[in-house]
């Protein structure tokens, strides 16, 4: 589910701020950027957001103010000298000046040094940390409650188009008959026997109640899951194409015109569910 948060911490000597993005993914998936200074924290970082994340492509920055860090920068004298000579490999004839130039324009030739996290700045770290998931996960949970009434209502919409479908099924099944007596008449010595017999097979075969009981179950479950206070989106996800299926299978078995543009009514409630299904935790 997309969302974001935020937070700001100040230590003695730096203020850092994280920022948490969410967007949608079916499992969670933790991209975590931190200063070099928490690098040997980033561990106990991720553990916090995975147990307090359920799922989703999950993005942590973590910037802080260098203004007030109290670091001090140091050269790496190795390095340079290492980057001149293999300059000086590539052309022997360049002067000292361009040497060190291009020397000081390489990589990691400036190391910044600061002091490790106090544990008490570590624990005010956290607490920081813990505040910029709840935001987040607050901003999941308005998302949420708009998407659930949204479901609710095309939910309930199937089940509406559901109970206009019975107001069909005798015209249905006098059309069926009909159709078939017509066909039948054509040939020469019916056995009427014979004919109801046929007829009672063809109609049960084409039978929907099953599919508009279970239908119906599928609808209730759903409404029932989503006012769960656990984790649904993929169990919701479940649902949603079961209750595809009895519609798929409604509408093949329908052969009546009113009763199948309420079967694609059924489809295009779905279809809208399913567009935003994957917001669902």
């Known amino acids: ?83 001149i000579a293999q300059f000086k490999e590539i052309d022997e004839y360049l002067s000292d000046e361009v040497l060190f130039t291009n020397a000081m324009r390489m990589p990691d030739v400036l190391v910044s040094e600061s002091e490790d996290l106090s544990e008490d700045d570590w624990n005010k770290f956290v607490i920081g940390l813990n505040s910029a998931i709840e935001n987040l996960n607050q901003f999941r949970t308005d998302e949420g409650k708009v998407l659930a009434e949204d479901f609710k209502i095309r939910i309930n919409e199937i089940l509406n188009l559901l109970s206009q479908v019975t107001q069909y099924e005798q015209a249905r099944i006098e059309t069926i008959k009909e159709r078939l007596l017509k066909g039948l008449n054509e040939i020469k010595d019916l ?37 769960s206070s656990e984790s649904n989106g993929k169990k919701l996800n479940f649902i949603c194409q079961e209750i595809g299926r009895e519609i798929n299978t409604l509408g093949s078995k329908s052969n009546h015109a009113e009763m199948q543009k309420l079967v694609i009514k059924m489809k295009d409630e779905l279809e809208k569910i399913k567009e935003q299904i994957l917001n669902v935790l």
Do not use: W
Not at 197 to 202: A, D, P
Not at 208 to 217: D, S
């Open 1 to 83: 589910m997309t969302g974001f948060g935020k937070s700001e911490i100040s230590l003695e000597n730096t203020r850092y701020t994280i920022d948490i993005k969410s967007l949608n993914s079916k499992n969670l998936d933790l991209n975590v950027r931190v200063p070099m200074e928490l690098k040997h924290k980033e561990l106990e970082m991720r553990k916090i957001l995975a147990d307090m994340l359920n799922r989703g492509k999950i993005d942590v920055y973590v910037n802080y103010d260098s203004s007030n860090s109290g670091r001090t920068t140091k050269i790496n004298t190795e390095l340079i000298k290492e980057y």
């Open 191 to 227: 056995d009427q026997n014979r004919f109801e017999q046929e007829l009672i097979f063809y109609l049960e075969k084409l039978d929907i109640t099953e599919e508009k009981v279970r239908l119906k179950n599928h609808c209730e479950y759903f409404l029932e899951t989503i006012e």
